[in-house]
């Protein structure tokens, strides 16, 4: 792969890049076709699959997270991809193929809180791997999601402080006719609670009703979604956060142009969700 991406970049053509674990869908493809839009028709498109273990903490879903790989290849062909990248442990991390790995790339101000603190080595294991993909990919651009705003940020941080020539692009996410965001992990709910799983776009759409006519009160807002999450019986809230958007900082109180997150148990399976309060 770098080799290759060495003689296209000797050759002046660009590379656009969409690191993924698999199991794609229609939002994978938009971030494809973002990346193809910034390449333009000369450029070329890697779309890399790779589930990371150095992200998923202890008891996790690591060993059942969703892999398909002949869907995900037909996907990808029909999306127009140039190069599918898929990796095993033993590539990714050769001096052990557990993912135990020694050397670590660690942004330490954007990953303190929100999945940071839901998951504390989660976003270490997301900016190794993701440096290390950069390094093999060789990419003008690489294409992240919006569903992953903190993600997005913190690589977007990596980058800079790092100087790596790259530069990041978020692109909307990509939802259900009912505002769910589409994952990867919604194969998991059962019909029950997919329906119930709708109320994480609810609780954003509460939260921009209520700043609509002006600021709010944080910890009135976090509240009254507590208690939207709880009237659905398969829902669990495990953290609702008003922050300031670029910074992730907590805001209070609450006005247009803040950014909300949150993290809700739907059964077993937890989702994540942001937006904007425009």
């Not at 997150?261 to 399976?269: D, E, P, R």
Request: aromatic share 8%.
């Amino acid at each position: 792969m770098q080799r290759l991406a060495w003689r296209w970049r000797r050759r002046g053509v660009p590379i656009g890049f969409v690191p993924t674990m698999g199991y794609l869908h229609a939002g994978h493809v938009s971030l494809m076709n973002r990346a193809r839009r910034h390449v333009r028709g000369a450029g070329k498109v890697v779309v890399s699959i790779y589930v990371n273990p150095t992200q998923f903490g202890p008891g996790e879903d690591f060993a059942r997270y969703p892999r398909d790989l002949k869907r995900d290849e037909k996907l990808c062909r029909t999306a127009g991809v140039d190069v599918l990248f898929v990796l095993s442990d033993r590539e990714m991390y050769p001096d052990d193929e557990t993912g135990d790995a020694s050397t670590y790339v660690v942004e330490e101000k954007l990953s303190r809180g929100l999945e940071g603190a839901a998951r504390p080595t989660h976003f270490r294991g997301v900016t190794t791997v993701v440096a290390k993909l950069f390094n093999l990919v060789l990419p003008n651009a690489a294409v992240f999601g919006a569903k992953d705003y903190q993600q997005a940020l913190i690589v977007n941080r990596m980058v800079r402080d790092l100087h790596f020539p790259v530069r990041i692009q978020v692109a909307p996410t990509w939802r259900e006719p009912d505002g769910l965001a589409i994952s990867s992990r919604n194969k998991y709910l059962s019909a029950e609670e997919r329906r119930q799983a709708v109320v994480l776009w609810e609780a954003i759409q509460l939260a921009r009703r209520s700043v609509r006519d002006g600021p709010v009160s944080a910890a009135r807002l976090k509240r009254q979604v507590a208690r939207l999450v709880r009237a659905k019986p398969a829902a669990r809230l495990d953290y609702v956060e008003f922050i300031a958007p670029g910074t992730l900082q907590p805001v209070r109180p609450v006005k247009r142009g803040d950014q909300m997150a949150l993290a809700v148990f739907i059964g077993k399976t937890r989702l994540i969700d942001n937006g904007r309060l425009a």
